[in-house]
């Protein structure tokens, strides 16, 4: 088996778009914690605080997204590397590497996803049954 330099070179721009997306997720979800923050300073209500530690735990998966997915650009580049040093084999190992880190973040992103969901479906349940 044989692994070309443009294979591993082909993630940089799938992996770059999404640690842009978890990056402009982060700063979202970081926004409204500190909006929820000062509304539960202000007066405290415990649904405020419930959202918040259910925030605080999208960002810890943001943040192991992001980590798997940075570890997988680099993993391909240090593929390249080797790639380009001749080290064929070693190389195809850390390709594979970079690819499990790609698909371990987006499964994380896949949880992190299913909790906005939920959360979401929380927030709108009131409305929902009043229909």
Excluded: C
Excluded at 73 to 88: K, N, P, R, T, Y
């Amino acid at each position: 088996m044989t692994l070309s330099l443009e294979t591993p070179a082909l993630l940089f721009s799938a992996t770059s778009l999404i640690l842009l997306a978890y990056t402009n997720r982060f700063l979202t979800i970081a926004t409204i914690i500190r909006g929820l923050k000062t509304s539960y300073d202000q007066g405290e209500k415990s649904y405020i605080l419930d959202q918040i530690k259910n925030l605080n735990l999208r960002l810890t998966l943001i943040r192991y997204m992001q980590l798997f997915g940075v570890l997988s650009l680099f993993l391909s580049v240090f593929a390249m590397l080797l790639l380009f040093l001749e080290h064929q084999l070693t190389s195809i190992y850390l390709f594979g590497l970079s690819l499990l880190s790609l698909l371990i973040s987006l499964g994380i992103s896949f949880w992190e996803i299913s909790i906005s969901v939920k959360a979401l479906r929380l927030h709108l349940k009131d409305l929902i049954e009043k229909k």
